[in-house]
Structure formats: structure tokens, C-alpha cells
């Protein structure tokens, strides 16, 4: 299997611990991960508030450079804000006619021409559809059944656009923490919002939320997200939303290939834990104390054929 590969901008900074994951686990299953050269910033959440169709050409821009690169080659997308801003040019092109022209217009400077013909896929997406489950567990060596995993979605891999999994009761998630050993902590907050941008802008009620997430996890060994904009509100603003319902709420944030590569092989410094904001000295017990295959040895596994090596940040 092979992907183009758009990490976008969280993941070459404050989310460099989820790129790192993230190819060393697509490479540990085989799948060949083409990273789209001159990829710029999909307009996050910024490009909206300056003007739709600056919002909707900047992606489009990648989506076209990936025509150009690897035509018919679905995208992946780690990044869930990424992702929902490339699904969008891709869906409402195809019922827009005014506004894919206007893109086009957009993309003459650079000699560029969308034709929409490529599929954005979450990393989530390939992962639950495309993999077998019983792959990972044949490449598994690691079993995980000593910890119990609260399993965030947040919303913007679900929504507007629910592909692969139901944004009110998702449960993507829970096939693959099932392959490698982990309990699914029983709770409906998965598809809760984390707050985004509010801890920023009315951090009161960002904060609120979080709280939220953090109390309902209470009593799983860790929250496992997809989402830089969730794992950063989930790990960042612990303390806060302690003191703000007078709880000790830490919990240890994980990415889900960070998980995923543990069980399969990696070492912690190969999933990049070290970046982690919050991973408590209880879990860290927990990782050293699972059941390994016989014969295994964690952290003597090298890098697998198609990983991508991601230089440590500056």
C-alpha cells in the first residue's frame, strides 16, 4: 500500500511526536508513505477569518500538487484540522462549479490545475479500513492487557463529513486498542468537543471542557487521540482543570500510533514519548510492566523498511 503523505504544520512542530509515530508505524505495516514535496499550511484556522476563498485554495493547492505527484494515490492525513480542511475543497468541489473554477483561477499562478480526482483520508480512515486487524496483531510484540484506554476522537475527523465512523457513537478506535491487548475504557465522551480554540479565546469555558473530558477518563490509564489540537488542550491545561473542579486530573495523553508502535515494536524514544507533555511515572510502570513475546526485546527493534526518519526538533 502506498499514500501521499501530508503531515501539514502541527506535526513538524508542536506535534512532532505524531509524525514520528506515525511513519514508524505505517512503515512497521509495510505501507509506503510518499510525502508530498512543497506542501505548504492548509489555512488551519486562520485562513477563514481573512476570506473563503483564500480558505479553500489553500488546500486545494496541496490537493493539486498531489494530482500532480502521484495521481489517483489517496492522501493521508494524520492531522484531524488538516484533514477537515482538504475534505472539504474535495467535497465541495464536486457540487460547487462556481467555486472549483474560481480555485483554478487561484492556481494558474503556479501552473497548477485541481481536477479532483484524488480521496483525503485520516490516518484513522486507513487505518481502521484499510489494515487488517489481524496484521497487527501477527506484528504485535507487545500485549497490552495491563492498561485500560479512554479513546478521544474529537471532532473534526467526524464532522460534517462522517466516512468512516459515527461522529455521536464512534468506535473506530476500539478494534484497534483490542489488537493489541488494551481495554476500551467505557465512557461517550469521544466525540465530545476538547474546547479547540476556546482555551485561547474564553478560556473558561475551554477549560470547562477539558475538565469534562479529564473526569469522564477517570479510571483508564490513558486518553488516545488522533488530533494535535485535542492532545494539546488534553495534555496542557491538566493543572488548570484540576484546580478548576478541585480534582487531581492527570491522566497520560497518547497518540494512537504512539500506542500502536509501542505494541508493535517501537521503543519509546522511536514514537518520540519524550515529547509528550503529560505521561505519568504510573503508565510508564504500566508500558514496563506489559506482557512482551517471548524472545523480545523492547527498544532493540530498528527502524522498519518503509519508516521515514523525522529529525528531532530544534
Known amino acids: 500500500m502506498k499514500y501521499i503523505y501530508y503531515p501539514g504544520c502541527s506535526l513538524e512542530g508542536t506535534a512532532a511526536e505524531y509524525n514520528s509515530a506515525t511513519r514508524w508505524l505505517m512503515g512497521a505495516l509495510d505501507v ?9 499550511c492548509c489555512g488551519a484556522t486562520a485562513a477563514p477569518a481573512v476570506g473563503h476563498l483564500l480558505s479553500m485554495a489553500l488546500p486545494a493547492r496541496n490537493l493539486a500538487l498531489a494530482e500532480k505527484t502521484a495521481a489517483g494515490c489517496d492522501i493521508l492525513v494524520p492531522c484531524s484540522a488538516c484533514y477537515l480542511n482538504l475534505k472539504k475543497v474535495e467535497q465541495q468541489i464536486r457540487t460547487d462549479a462556481t467555486l472549483f473554477k474560481k480555485i483554478n483561477q487561484v492556481l494558474e499562478a503556479e501552473a497548477l490545475v485541481l481536477h479532483g480526482k484524488q480521496k483525503v483520508r485520516h490516518l484513522l480512515d486507513v487505518l481502521v479500513t484499510d489494515i487488517a486487524v489481524a496484521d497487527i496483531v501477527a506484528r504485535r510484540r507487545r500485549t497490552f492487557e495491563n492498561l485500560r484506554i479512554a479513546p478521544y476522537y474529537g471532532c473534526q475527523c467526524l464532522r460534517p463529513y462522517a466516512v468512516f465512523d459515527d461522529p455521536e457513537a464512534p468506535r473506530s478506535m476500539e478494534p ?8 476500551v475504557h467505557p465512557w461517550d465522551m469521544g466525540g465530545k468537543c476538547c ?3 476556546l482555551i485561547n479565546t474564553k478560556p473558561q ?3 470547562a471542557l477539558v475538565a469534562a473530558l479529564l473526569n469522564a477518563a477517570r479510571g483508564a490509564d490513558a486518553i488516545v487521540t488522533v488530533c ?3 492532545q494539546m488542550n488534553l495534555e496542557a491545561y491538566q493543572k488548570q482543570a484540576s484546580r478548576s ?3 487531581d486530573l492527570q491522566i497520560s495523553i497518547l497518540y494512537l500510533p504512539q500506542l500502536l508502535g509501542l505494541a508493535l515494536g517501537a521503543s519509546e524514544q522511536q514514537v518520540r514519548l519524550d515529547l509528550n507533555l503529560c505521561v505519568t511515572s504510573y503508565f510508564k510502570q504500566k508500558l514496563a510492566s506489559s506482557r512482551t513475546r517471548q524472545g523480545f526485546d523492547p527498544g532493540a527493534l530498528g527502524e522498519p523498511k518503509n519508516a521515514t526518519a523525522v529529525p528531532p526538533p530544534q
Open 32 to 40: 509506503e508513505l510518499l510525502e508530498l514535496e512543497e506542501w505548504t
Open 176 to 183: 484497534l486498542l483490542a489488537a493489541v491487548g488494551a481495554a
Open 195 to 197: 474546547g479547540a480554540s
Open 205 to 207: 469555558a475551554g477549560i
Open 228 to 230: 494535535p489540537m485535542c
Open 245 to 247: 473542579v478541585q480534582q
